[in-house]
């Protein structure tokens, strides 16, 4: 295999028109629980200057027992739940229709998605694409619904002849030391990593968020906070290697061979390097983890150890639905 991460397999993330079936549903495999700071982030930032969102008194004075968290920001919630097993890969969101708040929902409260295809046919003016129509359910931790709608997206059709693998589900057995592969996910860096992120943890090297600091230096702009690169990095692989992880247990060999700027977009890639089974049934794995940028050069790498469950040590469970309807092929 080329030891370039660029050509590595890829690990796909979504699903593509020829999955959506009328009649499926899919069970999204995350929960999201909303909190006050959200609530109140989501409801300025919206404009959305209604008291009851973000003044108890006032929601307590309209008979609620606490804030009541923004029934757009539930919305935007189970709609992103959702977005992975339905429409990550590409094609506009077209419209919603029948959006119905069945109960308030309040700080502190967990909610999880499903939905149901029950539409899907193909573009009339883009034949690359089709249109899907899902119905939409959003519920608490007992079951209740707490929001349902009809959306509508684009939805590419399988024409990729990238080669790819099998989603991993994160368990020890799914990985095999020497394997490299790719990850799906990319991001772009803007100013919410050189001034947001790196003065929220309090780095106050001006070198990352001032451009007169660093207008007269090699560089001749501002970097990205070394730190923030290596979280991103990991961050772009953690859902193909740890979704079994019980603890994370450290990580070395931590370099940045290529500075991050402003419009650079890092990928990520990742390398098996070991894996030692515990006593009780885990196992540690070792990954090289790999931040690639657009250009194809790597600008961070770090090894990361990561207590992991084994299959052998869990229950059966029946496959779920964002697993079991990717396509794969073994490299």
């Not at 050509?7 to 999955?19: A, K, S, V």
């Not at 020890?172 to 947001?196: K, P």
């Not at 089974?277 to 770090?302: K, S, W």
């Amino acid at each position: 295999m080329t030891t370039d991460p660029v050509n590595w397999p890829l690990i796909p993330r979504g699903t593509f028109l020829e999955d959506h079936v009328v009649g499926r549903v899919f069970d999204h495999h995350w929960g999201r629980t909303i909190h006050a700071s959200d609530n109140v982030t989501f409801s300025t930032q919206t404009l959305a200057f209604n008291p009851v969102h973000f003044n108890r008194a006032a929601a307590k004075a309209a008979g609620h027992p606490d804030e009541v968290i923004n029934p757009l920001l539930v919305f935007s919630v189970v709609f992103g739940l959702s977005v992975e097993d339905l429409s990550e890969l590409g094609g506009p969101f077209l419209g919603a229709t029948d959006v119905t708040y069945l109960r308030d929902v309040y700080p502190g409260e967990t909610v999880y998605a499903s939905s149901t295809v029950v539409e899907a046919r193909a573009s009339e003016t883009r034949p690359d694409t089709g249109i899907v129509t899902w119905h939409t359910v959003g519920r608490d931790t007992a079951g209740q619904a707490v929001i349902e709608f009809h959306r509508t997206n684009l939805v590419r059709r399988r024409t990729s002849s990238t080669e790819l693998l099998a989603v991993p589900d994160g368990y020890a057995e799914d990985f095999t030391v020497g394997a490299r592969f790719r990850h799906a996910r990319s991001r772009t860096i803007t100013d919410l990593d050189l001034n947001g992120l790196t003065l929220l943890v309090m780095n106050s090297a001006p070198g990352h968020f001032s451009e007169q600091a660093m207008a007269d230096t090699a560089f001749g702009e501002r970097i990205n906070f070394g730190g923030l690169t290596l979280s991103l990095t990991v961050g772009l692989a953690t859902q193909d290697t740890t979704g079994q992880a019980v603890r994370e247990l450290g990580l070395d060999d931590i370099r940045f061979p290529v500075p991050v700027k402003h419009g650079d977009t890092v990928g990520a890639a990742t390398e098996v390097l070991a894996i030692d089974p515990l006593d009780g049934g885990d196992a540690v794995v070792t990954f090289r983890h790999l931040g690639v940028n657009q250009r194809g050069e790597i600008v961070c790498q770090t090894t990361r150890r990561v207590q992991v469950r084994r299959r052998a040590a869990e229950q059966p469970a029946a496959p779920t639905a964002s697993s079991s309807s990717l396509i794969s092929t073994e490299s």
